[in-house]
């Protein structure tokens, strides 16, 4: 009902062709994952998987990518080839699998053996703003999602929507 939440709506209809990034944020509890499987849903790969992964794609702290991190990378984009890749908290990946995702996300649609048609779908808990500000999340990795970002509002922010979600709850 709420304004916010019909903005949500209209980002995911907006965002649902299934080609570019999107990153969904907001705090824990407030639906990212929903949203995202709504996202899925709604897009032209709906009959495909919808696969959730919290990856790390680095053999060891503070490594370097290496090629067996970008196949590893690779893997779960195939995992959901013709579907929707969900990469969870993007925000707590390390810098090198920030890299590393970023260069299987952009190769996708050229690998010469298979190409992976993959929506690449991320969450994030954080302000990414401020993560970006203080390095926790490269800017260059961000700019990769920022043009279809997606705020999920708290719902305590929204108190008009409690009606209608008591009742569908009831």
């Known amino acids: 009902e709420s304004v916010a939440m019909r903005t949500v709506e209209a980002q ?14 907001g705090e824990h509890g407030t639906g990212r994952e929903l949203v995202a499987r709504v996202l899925h849903q709604k897009g032209p790969r709906t009959g495909g998987r919808f696969v959730a992964v919290r990856p790390t794609f680095e053999d060891a702290p503070g490594r370097v990518a290496t090629d067996d991190a970008c196949e ?28 590393t995702l970023k260069r299987a996300i952009r190769d996708r649609k050229i690998e010469q053996a298979e190409p992976m048609d993959v929506h690449v779908v991320a969450t994030s808990d954080l302000d990414i703003e401020c993560a970006v500000d203080a390095d926790i999340v490269s800017r260059d990795f961000y700019t990769l999602f ?25």
Not at 12 to 25: Q, S, Y
Not at 77 to 93: N, P, W
Not at 150 to 167: C, G, Q, S, W, Y
Request: with cysteine.
């Open 12 to 25: 995911v209809e907006a965002f649902a062709d299934g080609d570019a990034p999107v990153l969904i944020c």
């Open 72 to 99: 590893r990378a690779r893997r779960a984009l195939r995992s959901a080839s013709g579907g929707t890749l969900l990469v969870k908290d993007v925000s707590d990946l390390s810098r090198p699998s920030q890299k």
């Open 146 to 170: 920022e043009p279809r970002r997606i705020e999920v509002p708290r719902l305590r922010d929204r108190l008009e929507d409690l009606a209608t979600l008591f009742e569908r709850w009831v």
